[in-house]
């Protein structure tokens, strides 16, 4: 949901209310106009599935799923939309002004920018406003990392190969001072109906950072991050 205040030409401030939600299943984001109850569709060949990229692995399981978008977080300072579909390592981002200004006219194209590219691919993604560091969890490593685009560091959070199976949300707290909460469904075991009722399945995670240690993570971020092992 984004609040944008703009002038009339009567000069008082006018606040306009945007959700956004995306359509996994046509590949596209939809934009709701709650002050003039309106709605459109927007696309991109971003929100697309890469077919390359469509196999998942978690713990040795593998499956396939051609999905589009999954995960839609706001940055209010810098007005962005971060977004990911779920067969892809890339994070892309377009201008929430962009977005509100209505849908594109025919044969333009939507303003995408490619943000970043992750070990794996994932669902859930959220932002910290108070420095827009951007939270997500890589499937294959069964972690939660941190990454902020404008200073460029990075860190994992969490990693285990057991609580962090499939995480659908991920989520910053801010009535819990900034700790990232997640929701891990093992949700690749119900596909393959290889679901066991004697394990739990689906679990909400509390990630409460603690302490920094600088331990290097290539295989998660490709970079350097700081470790922080605190799921409860």
């Known amino acids: 949901i984004d609040k944008i205040a703009s002038n009339n030409y009567h000069c008082q401030t006018e606040e306009m209310l945007f959700a956004f939600s995306f359509d996994v299943l046509i590949f596209s984001i939809i934009v709701y106009d709650g002050r003039r109850d309106n709605a459109w569709r927007v696309t991109h060949a971003s929100m697309y599935p890469d077919p390359d990229l469509g196999e998942y692995d978690i713990g040795g399981e593998k499956f396939t799923?051609?999905?589009?978008?999954?995960?839609?977080?706001?940055s209010?300072?810098?007005?962005?939309?971060?977004?990911?579909?779920?067969?892809?390592?890339?994070?892309?981002?377009?201008?929430?002004a962009v977005l509100a200004a209505g849908p594109p006219a025919e044969g333009q194209d939507?303003?995408?920018?490619?943000?970043?590219?992750?070990?794996?691919?994932?669902?859930?993604?959220?932002?910290?406003?108070r420095?827009?560091?951007?939270?997500?969890?890589?499937?294959?490593e069964t972690a939660i990392a941190a990454w902020n685009p404008i200073t460029n560091s990075h860190r994992v959070l969490a990693q285990d190969p057991e609580k962090l199976?499939?995480?659908?949300?991920?989520?910053?707290?801010?009535?819990?001072?900034g700790n990232v909460w997640?929701?891990?469904?093992?949700?690749?075991k119900f596909f393959k109906r290889t679901v066991s009722k004697h394990e739990i399945n689906v679990r909400i995670l509390r990630v409460v950072e603690?302490?920094?240690?600088y331990v290097p993570?290539?295989?998660?971020?490709?970079?350097?991050a700081n470790f922080t092992p605190a799921v409860y």
């Not at 997640?182 to 690749?188: D, P, Q, V």
């Open 210 to 213: 603690t302490s920094y240690g």
């Open 131 to 140: 420095d827009d560091t951007i939270f997500f969890s890589p499937m294959t």
């Open 76 to 96: 209010p300072a810098q007005g962005l939309l971060y977004y990911q579909p779920l067969a892809t390592d890339r994070l892309f981002s377009v201008s929430t």
């Open 165 to 177: 199976q499939f995480c659908a949300e991920v989520r910053w707290a801010e009535r819990d001072n």
């Open 217 to 224: 993570q290539p295989h998660v971020l490709r970079r350097a």
């Open 65 to 74: 799923l051609m999905d589009g978008v999954v995960g839609l977080s706001h």
């Open 110 to 129: 939507l303003p995408v920018n490619l943000v970043g590219r992750k070990s794996s691919q994932g669902l859930g993604v959220a932002v910290d406003p």
């Open 182 to 188: 997640a929701l891990s469904t093992r949700f690749h």
